[in-house]
């Protein structure tokens, strides 16, 4: 049975898979890695994913989304024409086209798959990708987080080395730190830390509100059309933008063209907070393993968004180390995933390599203090600490707070805040006392595992009577639940993969329309018309030469557009 790795990013994934000759990255309908995370529901009710649907986000930004893993987890709908999708359910779409490539690439039927998270994904985020996974009829033998799937793709061939690393992963959307160390074949997590609404996007989003500033400009000044042509913008100008070089933004707002020109000292500049919140997570990682910078071997980038020239340069002075890169930072991630497959599958060709994990959050239960005189509800005693290694099993006794009290509700949280009502709920444990009484003992036991499963058994001293609660990363949906989500989503149709090619040519040339005026517009408009017309005859071969002119043609539209 094959097992595949995905890379589900913010802003784009991919889907691997451990073989007989190693890692195989597996290319999607149109021949690429990376597909884009980006979910569009066209004129004929039809899904669109990848990179169709992210030429949408210009042309018809009403009906597309993207950047929404960000939200898992949480309760946000995303409305799609007059559909409402929930991020769990535009992140099935992903799983289900990458499934799909995987498939068509083995001629097989998929069903398992490691998936990777940020490593500072909560219990709710985590549960809410393998929610995801089970829409697109996909089995989770594994959540591995991304930092640590990175090190298993650098760590493949070097596995003699004995060194210590910070692994900085910059993605579309997330930000996470992972303080590693390797030695004798072992890789070992020692501390992570994150934040999960810093990434690229908020790059991207600081030079949008500068670019608006210096002309005077409100975000809502912009159509939405407007909006997505400016971000297409600016995100070429971040691919874009050398050191030697201003880089040049260019948009237009009604029937006015605009162009700001910005250099790399002044995006620095624009960019310091976002680095600033970089800066704290990374020293709180170092902190927790009890290291400085000075005692790091290697510093190695992945993520998207760490291909960003004044982001390497900031890590270098801060770390004081050249930042290594040489397994291309999208693709890292993807790897390791497949990796990791190979590891549950007892593959031997990687039975030299063990990774060991921490816990991303101080996991514990809620208590009542008394201080002077009085009691404190509500506060947060930890049971195991953020960054202990796993598995880990802790031991902890407590006691009734009145003498009228015949129960203990014990409940569960995960966070690093002082009161539980700061913290996530992630389960809860009664257990009936055999009398009333402060004077009886409860032994609380909390194991976790490296499958993210926690074990909490509560043992009354006087009787020995257990009770006990499992609480699982990625609970799993219900039958039911099932059965309405697939029934919801049965009625909506996936658009047919053997033409996404041309597909992606002609939502390419509406995006391109929309960002141009005037005869270049008419122009696009009668070429897209002549390519259209050729499809419909449905004559394959001069489908495949009208579709070589028509992409030549666009290519070379998109460096007029401005």
């Known amino acids: 049975m094959t097992i ?107 069903t398992e798959a490691v998936i990777t998270v940020p490593a500072y994904f909560n219990n709710l985020q985590r549960e809410a990708t393998i929610q995801a996974a089970q829409l697109s009829r996909l089995n989770v033998v594994g959540l591995i987080s991304e930092p640590t799937a990175a090190a298993l793709a650098y760590g493949i061939h070097d596995l003699n080395q004995d060194i210590s690393f910070a692994m900085i992963d910059l993605g579309g959307g997330t930000f996470d730190v992972s303080i590693m160390e390797m030695f004798e074949g072992v890789m070992q997590v020692n501390a992570i830390s994150g934040d999960n609404f810093l990434g690229g996007e908020n790059f991207t989003q600081e030079i949008i509100e500068f670019v608006l500033k210096e002309k005077d400009l409100n975000i809502e000044d912009l159509s939405a059309d407007e909006k997505g042509i400016l971000t297409k913008a600016v995100e070429t100008y971040k691919k874009e933008l050398n050191p030697q070089i201003d880089g040049e933004i260019s948009f237009r707002c009604g029937e006015t063209r605009y162009s700001v020109s910005i250099d790399s000292k002044q995006l620095t500049g624009i960019c310091e907070p976002l680095f600033l919140r970089m800066r704290n997570i990374i020293l709180k990682a170092l902190k927790d393993s009890n290291l400085s910078v000075h005692d790091l071997d290697k510093v190695i980038l992945i993520g998207g968004a760490t291909k960003l020239s004044i982001v390497q340069d900031y890590l270098r002075h801060l770390l004081l180390k050249f930042p290594y890169t040489e397994i291309n930072p999208d693709e890292a991630v993807g790897i390791g995933a497949s990796i990791q497959a190979a590891l549950i599958s007892r593959n031997e060709d990687v039975s030299e390599m063990m990774m060991t994990d921490v816990c991303g959050f101080s996991l514990g239960v809620e208590v009542v203090a008394k201080f002077q005189n009085s009691y404190r509800e509500g506060l947060f005693s930890p049971m195991v600490e953020r960054n202990s290694t796993i598995p880990i099993s802790i031991e902890r006794l407590f006691t009734p707070v009145s003498e009228e009290q015949d129960e203990i509700h014990f409940q569960i949280y995960q966070g690093e805040n002082r009161f539980v009502k700061d913290n996530l709920k992630i389960g809860d444990l009664k257990i009936l006392l055999p009398r009333k009484g402060k004077d009886q003992a409860i032994l609380v036991r909390f194991t976790y595992d490296t499958n993210g499963v926690l074990e909490v058994i509560a043992k009354i001293s006087e009787t020995g009577e257990e009770k006990q609660l499992y609480i699982q990363q990625g609970s799993q949906l219900s039958t039911e639940e099932l059965k309405k989500s697939f029934a919801r989503l049965s009625k909506l149709k996936i658009h047919p993969r053997e033409r996404e090619e041309n597909k ?37 071969h001069d489908i495949k030469h009208a579709a070589k002119n028509f992409a030549d043609l666009l290519n070379d539209l998109e460096k007029e557009v401005f």
């Open 4 to 110: 595949i790795g995905i890379d589900l990013g913010t802003s784009n994934s991919l889907v691997s898979c451990w073989t007989e000759e190693g890692v195989k990255l597996i290319p999607n309908v149109l021949g690429d890695y990376l597909t884009p995370s980006v979910v569009s529901l066209d004129e004929n009710n039809q899904i669109l994913v990848g990179k169709i649907a992210k030429e949408r986000l210009v042309s018809h930004p009403e009906k597309t989304a993207a950047a929404f893993k960000r939200f898992m987890g949480t309760e946000k709908k995303y409305k799609l024409g007059n559909t409402y999708f929930s991020p769990v359910e535009l992140s099935s779409f992903i799983l289900s086209s990458l499934k799909k490539d995987a498939e068509t690439f083995f001629n097989e039927t998929i």
């Open 504 to 540: 992606y040519l002609i939502a390419k040339a509406n995006r391109i329309y929309a960002e141009s005026l005037g005869e270049k517009r008419d122009f696009i408009q009668k070429v897209t018309n002549e390519f259209e017309i050729v499809l419909e005859k449905q004559n394959d």
